[in-house]
């Protein structure tokens, strides 16, 4: 039944783009409207929509339908964990940390630094 209603919805959607490629835009025509009859203008009236946008509307009427009742089957088709047979285990044990050792600390002495400009030794040129 999924299947069925999958490709139904795939043809429908289809189907959709086709003819909303098909139509032609209010706008299309503003150029030449200006001197045309009241159906044709700019802000004239639009009159009732044609055959392609009566089956536009259908269509996404269908596809909302079939959107739904895919969003149906599949909420029909989920299950809760609890049906998978997955054993919880309730009591976790927590075992201690390794012990941590003390980093041993080398104490040297730092070489001073020399800045330049100060006690330099002149060279020999």
Do not use: C, Y
């Amino acid at each position: 039944m999924e299947q069925i209603v999958l490709v139904v919805h795939l043809l429908v959607a289809l189907t959709i783009i086709g003819l909303i490629m098909l139509q032609q835009g209010k706008g299309a025509d503003m150029g030449a409207s200006f001197g045309a009859g009241a159906s044709q203008t700019l802000f004239g009236s639009s009159g009732s929509g044609n055959v392609l946008t009566r089956a536009t509307s259908w269509l996404v009427a269908l596809f909302f339908a079939t959107s739904f009742g895919l969003a149906w089957l599949a909420n029909q088709q989920s299950s809760a964990a609890v049906d998978f047979d997955i054993e919880i285990p309730t009591e976790v044990e927590v075992t201690a940390p390794a012990a941590v050792q003390e980093v041993p600390v080398i104490e040297e002495e730092i070489p001073a630094v020399v800045v330049p400009g100060e006690d330099m030794p002149e060279l020999d040129q």
